[in-house]
């Protein structure tokens, strides 16, 4: 059966593997600025009303996490009154609503993953902004999803993996907190678990299928352990070794604080829809691959 989905932004990692990774027979509707500003209500409203879909996901985000801190009025305004906006809009339509979140709507300070009803506790602007955007969805549209991701990576746009392939360009060496755990997720691992749950949704009117979803990448990291596994795949593309240098938190000071301990329980996931992305280090070496593939302008694999 083919699908139809409206997706809110037009350059963003979810954006770009959505388009890349739809199939056949499944149509994608990007809407992004300037047309459609997720602060602007009207815009919004305006964009996917003409939108003809099955259903709706919101992939546009203020995403700056450390800017977040000086900018968290319009952080808010595009994370957390924006996905409301988007959600009105599906409520407009009658369609379901597929959100992304993060794992930095939590403080961190759990032993252990987190479980989709854990509570939350933002500790930075952009965390806040993002939970702000969960209520607003959850108050407006019952139909709907909030896929809660994290540490996105992918060939697209900016990421911490692209970052760190181009700082190994110029340095021998590279420092990297060693003490935030989270787990690495693939963009593309991400667009292909979106056309399956969207597919359902559509589908199957079930409440157990709607709510809140913890959607990451197979495996836990530190951000230490994404740079040397970035290196490491680089290396089988020519590239000289870089020694990342472990450290801590207090040796990295960032405007924004962020959580330490992040992992996500991706149980009800996996018993709800029957769903399992793959491993990190797996999709991470892919992407790596691509990247380095592009630059030489070989054929990726
Ligand atoms: N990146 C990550 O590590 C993580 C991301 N997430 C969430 O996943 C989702 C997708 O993230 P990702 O693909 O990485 O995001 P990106 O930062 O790659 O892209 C963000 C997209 O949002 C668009 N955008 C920003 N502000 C607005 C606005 N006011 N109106 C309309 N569009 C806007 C950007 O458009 P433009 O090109 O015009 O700037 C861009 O297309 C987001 O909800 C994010 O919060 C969750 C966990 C981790
Ligand atoms: C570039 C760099 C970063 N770091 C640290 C800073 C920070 O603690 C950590 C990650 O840095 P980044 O700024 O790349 O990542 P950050 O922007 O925090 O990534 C987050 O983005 C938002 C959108 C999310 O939703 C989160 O899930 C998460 O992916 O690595 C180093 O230690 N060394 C470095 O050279
Ligand atoms: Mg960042």
Request: hydrophobic share 45%; proline share 5%; net charge neutral.
């Amino acid at each position: 059966m083919s699908l139809r989905l409206a997706v809110t932004g037009l350059t963003g990692q979810v954006v770009s593997a959505l388009i890349e990774r739809a199939a056949k027979d499944i149509e994608i509707t990007a809407l992004g600025r300037p047309q459609l500003d997720l602060g602007l209500r009207n815009a919004v409203l305006a964009g996917l009303r003409h939108a003809r879909c099955d259903a709706i996901v919101n992939a546009a985000a203020y995403t700056a996490v450390d800017r977040a801190e000086s900018e968290a009025d319009l952080a808010m305004r595009v994370n957390g009154e924006g996905a409301g906006h988007v959600a009105e809009a599906a409520a407009e339509l009658n369609v379901p609503l597929l959100h992304l979140s993060t794992d930095y709507v939590f403080d961190g300070m759990l032993p252990r993953p987190y479980r989709e009803d854990d509570p939350t506790g933002p500790t930075c602007a952009y965390g806040r902004s993002k939970l702000a955007g969960e209520h607003n969805i959850a108050a407006t549209h019952p139909n709907h999803v909030i896929l809660r991701t994290a540490w996105v990576y992918s060939p697209f746009g900016a990421n911490f993996v692209k970052t760190m392939l181009r700082l190994g360009e110029t340095r021998a060496e590279v420092s990297v907190v060693a003490d935030q755990l989270g787990n690495p997720t693939s963009a593309i691992d991400i667009a292909d678990a979106i056309f399956v749950m969207a597919r359902r949704l559509v589908e199957d009117p079930s409440p157990s299928l709607r709510g809140v979803f913890h959607v990451t990448g197979q495996g836990d990291a530190s951000w230490a352990d994404v740079a040397e596994a970035t290196f490491a795949a680089a290396e089988k593309f020519g590239r000289k070794p870089v020694r990342v240098q472990r450290i801590s938190t207090a040796d990295y000071p960032t405007a924004a604080r962020r959580p330490a301990n992040s992992r996500l329980d991706n149980e009800k996931l996996a018993i709800r829809y029957g769903l399992r992305l793959p491993p990190w280090r797996q999709s991470l070496e892919s992407c790596v691959a691509r990247v380095l593939m592009d630059k030489t302008g070989s054929r990726a694999v």
